[in-house]
């Protein structure tokens, strides 16, 4: 997740600095690609947000030039540098002054959030967040801040600074996997199933609008207990998107009293919708794609998929447990490059295994209540382990659609 999220930033700079450079020899001959990295990581990590602004700051055919020129509404939002504040240290948990924008004076205001004793180091607070690293390029380093990871079985890749075109086909067949395994249909579903073939191919187009939103294939948790040997599990609303996203996996065409067709083709015109206006590169990451909850045997499919993105996910690290990583931290200096290295890996894999645990634990609950029910022979909680056939036209045509 952190190198995606980094490796990710750093194509966006790169893109920027080309951009500019394309347009302008002389920004080329005055600014070295060095020169804007450092610039451009430093407003990144030291802006504060402020506005809205007016005439007063700008004239009105600058800040017109803002928005129709880079898409930037400074009358109401920007950010800006702030000496002093910027200097502050972040820590969450710990965090003993906060500061706030006072619009009609422009300034900012920094102040004890409590008593300081003399000599204290005085920080303030990022946020609760997990992309602490991969934005401001530091980490708390004692397991309190929130983690996250991808859960992807596909390449995702961000359209703003990668040709899509270059990636399109292999996606295709990624894509395909994720329809293979068919679940919730005890047969494999075929050209000779109609509505199941439809659904499916519905079900191709709503993921191929996803694709490429890293948020819609991540999950993030809360900080966890700092013992490797912990079996707590703390979750909380920062898996829903992932969840959504499982549920979109696992449903069928008799799900939400069989209106999942119609309920496919609503979330693609929702996000249809919302790409209206949007760049030509756009990602879909502003909308949260929303699958509500279903049914007891969709919530079920739902839980086998988190339990198998995790578990391929970890598979990627070649079979490296957060215990492992966590043993070798203690031979490393603290705070050393190598020893943040291995953090962030930690928090990472735990992440992982924390979700695929989580998951373990749901699919023993509903197994249960399925034994209790008499609902172990039930096509709604029927899933498959190994994959569906491609041999008819249509699932072949997918691929190339």
């Known amino acids: 997740f952190f190198y995606f999220l980094v490796s990710r ?40 947000p402020a506005g809205p602004l007016d005439d007063r700051d700008a004239s009105r055919e600058e800040l017109e030039l803002y928005k129709e020129y ?11 540098m702030v000496p002093v504040v910027d200097c502050l240290n972040g820590h969450h948990t710990k965090h003993n002054v906060q500061y706030k924008y006072l619009p009609e004076t422009k300034k900012y205001y920094l102040y004890a959030s409590e008593e300081i004793s003399e000599g204290s180091e005085l920080f303030a607070s990022y946020g609760d967040r997990a992309d602490l690293y991969a934005t401001y390029g530091f980490v708390n380093g004692d397991f ?13 890749i961000d359209r703003r600074v990668v040709s899509e075109q270059k990636y399109v086909l292999e996606q295709k067949k990624q894509i395909l996997r994720y329809l293979q395994f068919d679940d919730g249909y005890k047969n494999c579903v075929t050209d000779d199933h109609v509505v199941a073939m439809e659904f499916k191919t519905l079900k191709r187009e709503l993921l191929l609008l996803i694709l490429n939103d890293y948020k819609k294939w991540s999950a993030s948790l809360p900080a966890r207990d ?7 599990i703390p979750i909380d609303d920062g898996i829903n998107q992932l969840v959504s996203t499982c549920r979109l996996l696992g449903l069928s065409h008799r799900d939400y009293d069989g209106t999942a067709t119609e309920v496919l ?15 030509h590169d756009y990602n879909g990451e502003t909308y949260f794609l929303v699958m509500k909850r279903g049914e007891k045997g969709l919530e079920y499919r739902a839980v086998i998929w988190l339990y198998r993105l995790a578990a391929e996910s970890l598979q990627k690290w070649g079979g490296l447990s957060s215990t492992e990583i966590h043993d070798d931290m203690a031979l490393l200096v603290p705070n050393s490059k190598k ?4 953090y962030i890996k930690y928090q990472e894999l735990k992440t992982l295994e924390t979700l ?27 899933y498959r382990n190994d994959l569906c056939p491609v041999n008819t036209p249509k699932l072949k045509a997918m691929v190339y659609e």
């Open 226 to 232: 700092k013992d490797p040997e912990s079996t707590s």
């Open 356 to 382: 695929k645990l989580y998951a373990e634990h749901l699919l023993h609950q509903y197994n249960d209540d399925r034994k209790a029910a008499g609902d172990e022979d039930s096509e709604d909680y029927f």
């Open 144 to 156: 309190s801040e929130r983690t996250a990871t991808l859960a992807a079985a596909h390449t995702i």
């Open 265 to 279: 083709r609503e979330k693609i015109r929702e996000i249809e919708e919302a790409k209206k206006g949007a760049p």
């Open 9 to 48: 930033r750093k194509a966006e700079i790169e893109s920027e600095y080309k951009s500019f450079t394309n347009v302008s020899s002389e920004f080329k001959d005055l600014v070295s690609y060095q020169e804007y990295i450092a610039a451009r990581l430093n407003v990144q990590t030291r802006a504060f």
């Open 339 to 342: 020893w943040i290295a291995a």
């Open 70 to 80: 880079l898409g930037v509404d400074i009358q109401q939002s920007c950010s800006t």
